[in-house]
């Protein structure tokens, strides 16, 4: 726990200097930063060497959090959120209070509520939702674990969390896009 602490207070430091973070999540391991500071979007963008019209991910710590985000969370997702089996991406329409190069064309984004306790905590204690996206770059495969992570990554953060380096995670979140006009359409299962 005490480890815990201390690599949420170190994440928590470079966040809020608007740096990058390479940290375990729910699924696989993330490339991070402040999802309300452009900058530091931008950073990650150059860093996985791809458009930013190619949208992220943002984690969040609860349902609060959530509606301070997004302008009407549609009913449905409570349920998807309190049922689904595993990690569940949600796409909404009409985000807020986030940087605008997060926020894709079609004005939408996608959002997880986190459900492991590192970033539950480091979340929590940041008080803002943090990006998550895949530790590679644009094209290249998705690292399953934290050894298949390139070195480029590895030295384009500013921080790496150094914990569950050893865990073996290959899956993805499932991601649902939830239109305000009760449509739903399944984008990765």
């Not at 979340?123 to 943090?130: D, G, L, Q, S």
């Not at 990554?153 to 995670?169: M, Q, S």
Request: hydrophobic share 40%.
């Amino acid at each position: 726990m005490k480890d815990l602490l201390s690599e949420v207070n170190q994440c928590y430091d470079i966040l809020t200097k608007g740096g990058l973070i390479l940290y375990p999540t729910d699924t696989v391991w993330g490339i991070g930063c402040d999802a309300t500071n452009a900058a530091a979007v931008e950073k990650i963008y150059t860093l996985k060497q791809r458009s930013n019209s190619k949208t992220m991910i943002c984690l969040v710590a609860n349902d609060f959090m959530l509606e301070q985000h997004v302008e009407k969370v549609p009913e449905l997702a409570y349920d998807i959120i309190d049922l689904a089996t595993k990690p569940t991406t949600i796409v909404y329409e009409s985000p807020k209070g986030v940087a605008a190069n997060l926020i894709a064309d079609d004005n939408t984004l996608a959002i997880r509520v986190a459900t492991d306790q590192f970033c539950q905590f480091l979340i929590k204690k940041f008080k803002k939702p943090i990006v998550s996206t895949s530790a590679n770059i644009a094209g290249k495969p998705t690292p399953n674990s934290f050894k298949e992570i390139s070195s480029e990554i590895l030295k384009g953060v500013d921080y790496i969390v150094n914990l569950d380096r050893d865990k073996i995670n290959s899956t993805p979140s499932s991601i649902i896009m939830l239109g305000n006009d009760g449509t739903v359409k399944v984008i990765r299962e």
